[in-house]
């Protein structure tokens, strides 16, 4: 898209934010009336996900020549992404330390959400055998992401190792791949008002703007610790980007798009073919794009990470549970997988916080302390979780410019 063309969609866009804000603050509930211009925007971002990154991962990984160099770019990825998840924690840990939102807070505990309570048992090898799926279509339709990467990266390799053979099946894959962007580029014309139906049907579901300042009143220096931790966050992954690539407030504004369409669906994943667009836009080699932000729509979630880790200090704060600092390093570690084994998809991170949750021997129910904000909360870590992405190739793609 030409810089003009995307400038006055991004115009647009924040209008369809600003409206979306506005419309379901004040009209509440009436306002969900247009959910289903949210939901068509969503839908059609699905749509795209699966044949999306299909087609970049196995041209990604294929083009990078030879199993060796794949596995060096790979493994370098992921300590890149583990290393800034890991820093989330921290940040996450040291804020709320310092605010401490849950001490001294009467609450009244709601119903466990069935969905919550069901992965009791769920533990950190579940996130290993997540890796590999015995059925792809099946995962397909449930936008579980992990398995359909893994089997493509699989792929990529067996079609570099079949020779000439392979060739067909490399240059289907490349074209597949165009082919796909440019119905993301069609799909991002609709943007701005499937953002306004996202936002103003979500705000109206709450009951409006003072149903929500009441929902949020309750637990609001949880909300004020999260969103200190991730502006935090934000800002240290910017000087990231700026002191390793010299990338600064153009990459920043040019990925505003996906960031905004992060608020708007709560789902790394579905914004992922937008920021894949953007980061092409931005000038970003095939390589970090193809690979490093499908990658990154699942494994890289600094806002997750981050989140798990203040929500779950907040709640043992709630209970009077003192942590000392070995349960918090427990609950550094398991933020940091949890976070990583968190599918892209709303709320997601409330379900994988129960790993952490019972690493520290605390209740459960305590989740139920979040649940009024999470919808809110959630968009947030979403946003912080697509910069992180954002981040992450543009870095990669300066440290290792030539396999890019
Ligand atoms: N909604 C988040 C995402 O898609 C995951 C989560 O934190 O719940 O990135």
Redesign the pocket.
């Known amino acids: 898209m030409e810089n003009r063309k995307a400038l006055i969609l991004l115009v647009f866009i924040v209008i369809g934010v600003l409206l979306g804000g506005f419309t379901g603050w004040y009209w509440g509930s009436a306002m969900t009336s247009v959910e289903w211009l949210g939901t068509l925007f969503l839908n059609a971002l699905k749509m795209t996900i699966v044949p999306l990154i299909v087609s970049a991962v196995i041209t990604g990984v294929a083009s990078m020549g030879g199993t060796a160099k794949a596995g060096r770019y790979g493994g370098f990825t992921l300590i890149y992404y583990t290393t800034t998840t890991a820093l989330a924690v921290f940040i996450g840990l040291v804020v709320v330390n310092i605010i401490r939102p849950g001490e001294g807070l009467a609450f009244d505990r709601a119903e466990l959400p069935a969905d919550i309570a069901e992965k009791a048992g769920t533990g950190i090898s579940d996130i290993i055998l997540s890796l590999v799926s015995p059925n792809l279509i099946k995962s397909a339709s449930e936008t579980q992401l992990l398995p359909i990467i893994v089997f493509s990266i699989l792929l990529a390799m067996a079609v570099n190792a079949a020779g000439p053979k392979g060739e067909p099946v490399r240059a289907f894959f490349d074209g597949l791949n165009d082919a796909m962007m440019k119905i993301v580029e069609w799909i991002m014309y609709f943007a701005p008002i499937g953002i306004f139906g996202l936002i103003a049907a979500r705000l109206g579901k709450a009951g409006g703007g003072e149903a929500f300042m009441a929902q949020i009143k309750g637990v609001g220096w949880h909300v004020v610790t999260v969103m200190t931790g991730l502006s935090i966050h934000f800002i240290v992954l910017f000087l990231i980007l700026y002191f390793i690539t010299g990338h600064g407030i153009r990459y920043y504004l040019g990925m505003f798009r996906a960031l905004f369409t992060?608020f708007g669906?709560?789902?790394?994943?579905?914004?992922l073919p937008i920021t894949m667009e953007c980061a092409l836009e931005n000038g970003i080699g095939i390589k970090p794009v193809r690979f490093v932000l499908p990658l990154g729509?699942t494994v890289n979630?600094d806002?997750?990470a981050l989140?798990?880790a203040a929500a779950v200090m907040f709640i043992a704060q709630a209970y009077g549970i003192e942590m000392g600092i070995g349960q918090q390093t427990i609950i550094f570690i398991t933020a940091t997988l949890a976070?990583i084994g968190?599918?892209?998809?709303?709320?997601?991170?409330?379900?994988?916080m129960v790993i952490v949750l019972q690493a520290v021997g605390l209740p459960l129910e305590g989740i139920s302390l979040l649940l009024s904000v999470?919808w809110f909360l959630?968009?947030l870590?979403?946003s912080v979780?697509?910069w992180g992405d954002a981040v992450g190739a543009a870095v990669i793609d300066r440290l290792l410019p030539e396999e890019s």
């Open positions: 992060a669906t709560a789902s790394s994943s579905a914004t729509s979630m806002g997750t989140y798990e976070a968190a599918a892209g998809i709303p709320e997601a991170g409330l379900v994988t999470d959630d968009r870590r979403t979780n697509v």
